[in-house]
Structures are given as C-alpha cells and as structure tokens.
C-alpha cells in the first residue's frame, strides 16, 4: 500500500541519516539496513526508442502523449507477469520482479506487444524500447531499488540495448539459461564499469 511504501522508504533515510551523523555507528546502522531491506530481486530497465527524433519532428507533447497511450498497454503486461512498476522517469520504467523469469517473459510479451501496436500505427506513432534486466542481491523498499544489478540493468536498458531488445546481465542469464534461448556473451563498458551480458532470443 502506498502508506508503506512511504513508511518504509522514510525509515530507510532515517538509517542513513544516523549513518552520516554517527561514523562510529556505520557497521551497526550498515547490518540494520540489510537486515531490513536486503533482498533478492529482479529489476527490469527500459528505454524508449527514438525519443530526439519524434520530439524534433513532432514535438513532446506528441511524444508523451504517444508515450502514456504505449505505457498504458505496457503496465496489465507487467502486472500479468507479477511485476511492479516502482517509477516512470521521462520515458523509462524500472520495474521490479521477484524472479529473473517472469523479468524475461514480461519483456518479450512487451515487445510482441509494440510490435502488433506498430503494424497498424501511422508513421508518427510508432514506437519501440530497450530492456535492459538484472537480477541480485539489491536494497528494496517497495517503491525503489538501489544495487549493482541496477545500474547495470539501467546500462544494458539506457545504454546497450538496440530496438526490441532484451539484454541481460550474467546473473540472470545463469538464473534461466535452461528455460530461454540466449545469444552469446557480449562485454560492454559503460561510465567505466565493464560487465558481460547476453541477448535473448525470440
């Protein structure tokens, strides 16, 4: 519910508050942090495609009107595939998921989705993302997610992945590489962080 989710993001700074003003308390606040939070999730990143050329050519009040009409056949998709969207930045999702595999089957749900959309959609209307997933040890408070799996998902999803692609990090490949058909491992190096990832295949 949205009372705790506020709660408990609210209790989250007040750890980290006590952080900053005790030095000497780090390692106790640090293990009440973990205790608390500490969990083993999926998130799932996305990125709109296109989103400079539509705005030059059509302006953004036509892209993010295109983009809530997209995103509101997007959110019964992740709902579907037990998947919560924790926020929409500009034209981002970061949706979290409790395993890697519902992750994946969302993402490929999501883009047969664009793609019906797409088929019958005038020239100006078309749309397409990018899904980057990561799956790991994270902090999760209900309504954000903070971890190395993040920002990696963010990289493959903001910075890697091309149109209709899924891209995962080596967690989540090692997690269902026996139920998904997967590419070979690529290596990327973003804001100097290098990390392997794999393509899904469908």
């Given at each position: 519910m949205p009372h705790d989710f506020l709660r408990h993001q609210k209790e989250l700074n007040?750890?980290?508050?006590?952080?900053?003003?005790?030095?000497?308390?780090?390692?106790?606040?640090?293990?009440?942090?973990?205790?608390?939070?500490?969990?083993?999730?999926?998130?799932?990143?996305t990125d709109s495609v296109g989103f400079s050329h539509l705005t030059n050519e059509y302006g953004i009040i036509h892209f993010l009107a295109l983009l809530k009409k997209v995103n509101g056949k997007l959110k019964p998709?992740?709902?579907?595939?037990?998947?919560?969207?924790?926020?929409?930045?500009?034209?981002?999702?970061v949706i979290s998921f409790e395993k890697p595999k519902d992750a994946i089957?969302?993402?490929?749900?999501?883009?047969?989705?664009?793609?019906?959309?797409?088929?019958t959609a005038p020239r100006d209307s078309r749309?397409?993302?990018?899904?980057?997933?990561?799956?790991?040890?994270?902090?999760?408070?209900?309504?954000?997610?903070?971890?190395?799996?993040v920002n990696l998902a963010s990289k493959l999803g903001?910075?890697?992945?091309?149109?209709?692609?899924?891209?995962?990090?080596?967690?989540?490949?090692h997690a269902c590489r026996d139920e998904f058909t997967f590419s070979g491992c690529e290596e990327a190096s973003v804001s100097s962080v290098s990390f392997k990832y794999y393509k899904v295949t469908y």
């Open positions: 007040k750890y980290l508050d006590q952080r900053n003003a005790h030095p000497e308390q780090r390692a106790v606040v640090d293990r009440i942090i973990k205790d608390r939070f500490e969990q083993q999730m999926t998130v799932m990143i998709i992740v709902r579907q595939h037990n998947g919560k969207v924790l926020s929409e930045w500009a034209d981002n999702f089957h969302a993402g490929i749900a999501m883009n047969l989705c664009i793609r019906e959309y797409n088929a749309f397409g993302i990018c899904i980057g997933i990561g799956h790991g040890t994270v902090l999760y408070t209900g309504d954000d997610i903070f971890g190395h799996q903001e910075d890697v992945a091309k149109d209709a692609e899924i891209l995962v990090t080596e967690n989540v490949f």
